[in-house]
Structures are given as C-alpha cells and as structure tokens.
C-alpha cells in the first residue's frame, strides 16, 4: 500500500534498526513548519499533530520504512535514509544477519541515480556502503569525515547542544529538544535531508529547538509524588520509552547518567519477543546490569511461542548470578509492580518505563489504584 501511495510521489523513506520513528518526526515537523505541506506516515504517534499520519497537498510524501519484515523492498523512493543497522527482527531473517544487511543494501540500490541516499557514517556497515551505491550519497555522523559533522556536543536534562558542520563551511548551532547523542544524529539526518530541499536554515533550527517528539520516546510522563510512613516521596521522574532492543536501552542508560548522574534510575523493563531475548540474550543481560534497581516484567510475547532460557526468569537469574547488579526483582504479577517501587523509591529518582508491549498500560492502571499522584 505503502508503495503504491508514494509511486507518484516524491518518495522519501526513513528505515534503519534505531531511530527511524524520531527521524522521520523530525523531517515531517521541519516541513511542515516551512510550509512544504507534506504526507506523512509514521510508526509512532507525531505530537506535533496528535496523529500517526498527516495528508498534505505537495508532493512530499514521507514514510517510515519497516526493515523487519523486509517490506521496505516494496518502496521506490527518490531520497532514502538509513540511521544505522544492527542484529534484529533475527527471526525474520533466520538468524542470519547477511541476509538483513542485504535487504538493506537491496534497498538503497533501489533509489534512481538521480536520487540520494543520506547515511550515518559513524555504523561501520554504511561507511561501506556509501563508497559503492551509484546514486549521490550525503553523510553524517560524529566522524568528521562527515558531511553533516556533529561537533561541541554537550546535553542538559532534556536538551542537547551541538554544531552541525555541512561540507566544511555552513556552521549550524543546534538546540534540540531531546538529550542524547543518538537524537543528536537523527537531528543531523533530518537536517541533511532538509538542506537537500532547500529548507531555510531559520526553519530548520527553530522546528529542533521546539521538537515536540514521538510518543513514547524517551517521553517524559511527569513527576510522582506519594506518603509513605507520614513522609512525603516527591520529584520522581517517571519517563516512557518504547526502545526493546540493547542498544536502544544502553543509549537511555547513557543519556540519562550524563543529564542526571547524581540521580538513582529505576528502569521497569518488559522484555519484548521471546526471539529477540533469545538472539540478543548476553547484550540484554551486560546492559540491564547497568541501571541501580531493574523490576524485570514477564516477556510481551507478541503472540510467539515460549523459547527455553529466553524468558523473563532466566534474565533476573543471570543478572543476579553473572552480574554486580543485586538489586533486581523479578515480577510476574502485575499487581505487585507498585508495591514493589515503593519500597525502593526516594526523593528525585528516575524510573524509567522500557518495552515496547503493553508496559505503559500496566503502568498506568497501577497509578490509577494507588496513593500515588502524577503532575503532569
């Protein structure tokens, strides 16, 4: 269907296994923002107009392009980006992880040669590719090799700052509204793809320092405040993110220590496939041994069958065995999720909601049947 709409279009598509949601959120709101009216169709929710998905009147047509399936080989667009690709969706692709860089290589040879191909440098796999695709190619990255370099980096509870540098002579300095060198990137590759149409540089800052986000990424719900033995607990962040994957919550863990290293981060992990647990096993346990308190929810199984050693249980027994991280409960009863942070929260932690199931739902419902306030 995807295919179909943008054939008459100007195709733009945004894949890669991290970051694809924001990125493509971040190129719809500088477009619309520079009166470009384009279509958008995104995996996750745009707040910017409460909506997966907006119609607009040119011939921009922006869409997120799913690589878990391989169905980003249906499209045919003019520019294409790849964020970087990494070992996931290994059911799919029978555990072979050729066979996902192929389908990714596949892709890109697909846009025109008149089409451009716009590649984060700093995932050694698209530094390869971007000497062998036959269409113009823009990069960027940390490397400063870059095209679009990501320079003077620095971050401050939820805003970062950086300079982009574009072909050693435009200097654009950046306030986004988002921490985290990973957004930092999605900003450079947005703003690649900006310049490349003629956007206003005024535009494009203006959209990233106001950057509403994508629901449930890295999503500030509010602060939770509650009594407990005639003492007030206050000032308790609680943030929602849908990442599943290591990377994804090794770059939260990151992002968070350098904003608020002094606060203690309290992450309620729902693991999301019982096959990504199993392919990804020993980088979920090195990097969920990384947080100061983890409640481990029972794998979101998204209709898959049980596999042996993959599960919620076999993570909390070799976090704890393997592991400096002692502090880790394992809870299989949703019920008992609250009653179990209570008893660890203080003044001013984070807790950080992570899976990409129902995780926020449960959650909620939990809130909704306690003591405890939110202030939004």
């Not at 290589?105 to 846009?111: A, E, T, Y």
């Not at 890295?218 to 609680?238: A, E, P, S, T």
């Not at 400096?324 to 909601?353: E, F, G």
Request: hydrophobic residues 40%; contains cysteine; proline residues 2%.
């Amino acid at each position: 269907m995807l295919a179909l709409l943008m054939q008459f279009k100007f195709g733009i598509a945004i894949s890669g296994t991290h970051g694809k949601t924001t990125t493509t959120s971040m190129i719809f709101d500088i477009f619309k923002n520079s009166k470009l009216s384009p279509t958008c169709i995104n995996g996750g929710l745009i707040k910017s107009v409460k909506s997966y998905s907006h119609l607009g009147i040119s011939q921009y047509f922006i869409v997120e392009a799913d690589e878990s399936d391989a169905s980003l080989l249906f499209l045919k667009p003019s520019i294409a980006i790849v964020t970087n690709i990494e070992s996931d969706h290994m059911d799919y692709y029978n555990g072979d992880f050729e066979k996902l860089k192929n389908t990714f290589f596949v892709f890109l040879k697909q846009i025109p040669y008149s089409g451009t191909a716009i590649l984060c440098i700093d995932n050694r796999i698209l530094f390869d590719f971007s000497y062998i695709l036959t269409c113009n190619v823009i990069t960027y990255g940390f490397h400063k090799n870059a095209d679009v370099w990501i320079t003077k980096y620095t971050q401050n509870g939820f805003f970062s700052y950086f300079t982009l540098v574009i072909q050693n002579k435009l200097h654009l300095k950046i306030t986004l509204n988002m921490p985290g060198k990973h957004n930092a990137l999605n900003a450079a590759a947005a703003v690649a793809l900006a310049i490349s149409q003629g956007v206003k540089n005024d535009k494009i800052i203006k959209t990233l320092k106001y950057f509403q986000g994508t629901e449930r990424r890295f999503d500030l719900i509010g602060k939770l405040w509650f009594q407990k033995n005639h003492v007030y607990k206050k000032n308790i962040m609680l943030i929602d993110d849908y990442g599943h994957h290591p990377t994804a919550l090794s770059e939260n863990i990151k992002t968070i220590r350098i904003s608020w290293p002094k606060k203690k981060l309290i992450m309620i992990f729902q693991p999301h496939r019982y096959t990504r647990t199993h392919y990804l096993y020993n980088d979920f346990i090195n990097v969920l041994s990384q947080v100061d308190i983890l409640l481990i929810l029972n794998v979101y199984s998204a209709n898959e069958k049980h596999i042996s050693g993959a599960n919620s249980f076999s993570l909390y027994h070799d976090i704890k065995t393997f592991t400096n991280l002692h502090n880790i409960t394992l809870i299989s009863n949703h019920n008992l999720i609250l009653d179990t942070l209570i008893k660890v929260l203080q003044n001013n932690d984070i807790v950080l909601l992570q899976g990409a199931g129902n995780i926020k739902n449960i959650v909620y419902k939990m809130l909704s049947k306690k003591n405890i306030k939110l202030n939004k």
